[in-house]
């Protein structure tokens, strides 16, 4: 295991349309995170989970924003009708419960919507 | 309050020298403070971290200098080399229980020859 992996790295969608995420955190891992970072902004939380549980949601996921994260592996962020606001590079963390030592992001996906 | 103000957004550097980025919190139940480096392309790494019952870290060429009743805390960079020229991110966290992450705004860190 080489570290959190996010697919695609890259995607550009229409206004409009639905767009999913997926983030394979590190095997041992039991908690998974997702942020979103703008440009020229540091990193903004949005979810988290720990195993299959989503135990806290920011404010800023919106209801066009959904998480899922089942059997405890890997996780998916689904954004509908995506608007321009929505461009921006999803980052996906993972850790272990028992501290924040073991914090590991991934690459990203970097969405833009045109 | 949850944020975390960072300055300045852009650092110039010569090599050899000292690179500091300075953070300031409100809340005042944050007690751990990581600093993050990130490349382009890449997602951020963490660098170093210190929690509030000591005022200074060393790892390396990098310093944490934290000072609990200012509310502050900063980044020194020793012997600034061009493979340090990044972004750099400070957070605060919630230890116990709650470890999502606050960042500041981000300093891009350019180190010229």
């Known amino acids: 295991d080489t570290g959190v992996s996010q697919n695609p790295r890259h995607k550009i969608t229409k206004r409009g349309q639905n767009v999913t995420f997926r983030c394979d955190p590190i095997?041992?891992?039991?908690?998974l995170y997702w942020y979103r970072q703008t440009l020229g902004q540091g990193p903004e939380f949005l979810t988290y989970?720990?195993?299959?549980?989503?135990?806290?949601k920011s404010r800023l996921l919106s209801d066009r924003f959904s998480a899922e994260r089942p059997k405890g592996s890997f996780s998916t962020l689904e954004i509908q009708r995506t608007e321009q606001g929505d461009s921006a590079m999803y980052l996906c963390?993972?850790?272990?419960?028992?501290?924040?030592?073991?914090?590991?992001f991934g690459s990203g996906t970097r969405l833009t919507v045109v | 309050q949850q944020q975390v103000k960072q300055s300045p957004q852009s650092l110039i550097v010569q090599k050899g020298g000292i690179s500091i980025i300075n953070c300031a919190y409100e809340?005042?139940?944050?007690?751990?403070f990581p600093w993050y480096q990130q490349f382009p392309g890449k997602g951020p790494a963490l660098l170093i971290a210190?929690?509030?019952?000591?005022s200074e870290k060393k790892e390396g060429r990098f310093t944490i200098s934290f000072n609990k009743s200012a509310k502050q805390f900063s980044l020194h960079i020793m012997d600034s080399q061009p493979g340090d020229s990044a972004t750099y991110f400070c957070?605060?966290?919630?230890?116990?229980?709650?470890?999502?992450?606050?960042f500041g705004t981000g300093t891009r860190l350019t180190i010229i020859p």
């Open positions: 963390a993972s850790s272990l419960a028992e501290g924040i030592y073991g914090y590991t």
């Open positions: 095997s041992e891992h039991n908690r």
């Open positions: 989970f720990q195993n299959e549980a989503q135990l806290e």
């Open positions: 809340n005042t139940a944050f007690d751990y």
């Open positions: 210190i929690r509030p019952d000591v």
């Open positions: 957070a605060a966290t919630l230890d116990f229980g709650n470890e999502k992450l606050t």
